[in-house]
Each structure stands twice: as C-alpha cells, then as structure tokens.
C-alpha cells in the first residue's frame, strides 16, 4: 500500500446514514504494481473476493490467499464491525469488494472501509503484521467546552477498551463513561477494534498506537475516529453502537491533564464527521 503522508483539502457532502451505507468511508489504491484483464492474479483476486464474501459473516472476520505461484498470488482480509448482525456483514463485505474492484480496478493491492466493515487485498503476505501504512482520520466538527478534561477522559476510555480488546477472541470492545461535562450531563462512548490476524500484544500496540493520534486528528472535538488497516477506535457523545447493552461502564476519575475525504456519513449537522488522510 501507498506509503506517502498526504493532507487532503476538506470537501464534504451531507445525506442521511443507512445501516450499512452506499459509499465507503475512505479507500487507497496500493502503487505496488498492476495487473492485466484475464490474467492469472485477476482470477486469483477473485476467487479470493468469492471465497472472503462467503467465509466472513458467520464470524464478522475471514482471510487467505489463492494461487500456486508466488508472484500471482493474491492475499485478502475482510472485517466487520463487531457489534454488526451476520446478514448486514455479507451486505457491507458484498458491497466493499464489489466497490473495490471499479475503484482500483487494476491495482494488485487496495483497502476500503466502510461503517460495518472493510476488505483489503495485497500481492504479499501481510497476515500477522501491522499495518502501519493505511490510516485515516474522521472527526466531528463540533468543539466541547473544557478540552482538557475531555481530552483526558477519551484517552482513558480509550486505553481501557484497547486493553479489552487486546484480551478478546473478537478482539472488540466497547464501553462509556458517564456523568462528565460541567454540569455531569453527558455520556462518552467508545468503540475499539482489531483485525483479529494479529497477536494480543500486536493489537494493544496497533491501537495505543492509533490513540496516541488523538491530539492531531480530535483535539476536542465531541468525536472522533482514527481508522486503520489493522486496528480502528471511534468514540463519541451519543450511542452509535447497535447493540448498547453488552457495553461495559466504566467510572471517571477527576484527575485532568493539562488532515481530502471521500465522503462525510451524516445523519444531522450536530454530529458532522470529517475524514483526513495521514
């Protein structure tokens, strides 16, 4: 995948969310090389889409390669979001590798996100190993009041989720704080997610690695996402988890411490998202 550090001017468009969406979040064409119509890696690559898109919602995660030779074989990883039913799983991986496919028709690697999931293929094996290449940023437009305290308490949620999900056989958590704010009147909830090819070790590292971003991409701002291809979290001041009732409380303490998007995902102008590229 594309390893250049790029900052994308903000253009943005507004429309109500559906479950699973009708456009990606973000995606990158990898520069690693092309192949040609009707050749060997293009029927690998599809194979492997086929075989991906039926392997990977009964358990929200599936990866492998096709193919004999080395040089034409084609390596894929799809996940889902945690908390998403098995039927809206094959709907998101459906619709990531079929987009995929018009948007880096050519290219012998990609990745593509979306809300519920998101797939990527390479030329090379990259199982195990943290993607250190592919990230993105999402944050919401709208400012808290005492961005110390909140920055701090997002920090702790976060690392306490990462240690969570780390220790997971799903290797996702979820959980929130409540009660923060001046006047006690808000709730701060917290999602985090690894690709569950990687060690516990390598997850926790993945994702404290994604949470130390939080000052360059959501610097007080009342939610944010930084999203890899290996390892994502997301938090916010409203429930956007689907199944809300399997997330763990946590209590806070008063301790306080003193960058062209594909789309902008948006139900209402009080939580506008921005996406950035890094």
């Not at 086929?50 to 990883?77: D, W």
């Not at 976060?158 to 006047?183: H, I, N, V, Y």
């Not at 939610?223 to 938090?235: I, K, T």
């Amino acid at each position: 995948m594309s390893s250049n550090i790029f900052c994308l001017f903000l253009t943005f468009a507004l429309f109500l969310q559906t479950s699973f969406g009708s456009d990606p979040l973000f995606h990158f064409c990898s520069n690693s090389g092309n192949f040609t119509t009707h050749s060997l890696y293009e029927s690998n690559l599809k194979s492997l889409i086929t075989f991906l898109s039926y392997t990977t919602p009964p358990t929200g995660f599936a990866m492998g390669s096709v193919g004999q030779y080395q040089n034409q074989k084609a390596y894929g990883l799809s996940l889902c979001r945690g908390d998403v039913s098995s039927s809206d799983c094959k709907t998101c991986v459906a619709e990531a590798t079929t987009e995929i496919r018009k948007r880096c028709p050519y290219n012998k690697g990609a990745i593509i996100w979306y809300d519920n999931c998101f797939f990527k293929y390479l030329d090379a094996d990259f199982a195990g190993h943290i993607d250190e290449t592919n990230r993105f940023y999402m944050w919401n437009l709208r400012n808290v009041s005492d961005a110390a305290t909140f920055n701090y308490k997002t920090k702790e949620l976060l690392s306490q989720l990462a240690k969570e999900a780390s220790e997971k056989p799903k290797m996702f958590a979820t959980g929130e704080m409540k009660k923060l704010g001046a006047s006690n009147n808000y709730t701060l909830y917290g999602l985090t997610q690894c690709t569950r090819d990687l060690s516990s070790v390598d997850c926790k590292k993945c994702l404290d690695d994604a949470i130390s971003e939080l000052p360059n991409c959501c610097d007080g701002k009342e939610g944010g996402r930084v999203v890899g291809g290996s390892c994502n979290f997301r938090y916010e001041i409203y429930p956007f988890v689907k199944h809300q009732n399997t997330t763990q409380q946590y209590v806070h303490h008063s301790k306080i411490i003193s960058r062209k998007p594909q789309n902008v995902r948006q139900a209402n102008l009080d939580n506008l998202t921005v996406p950035e590229a890094v």
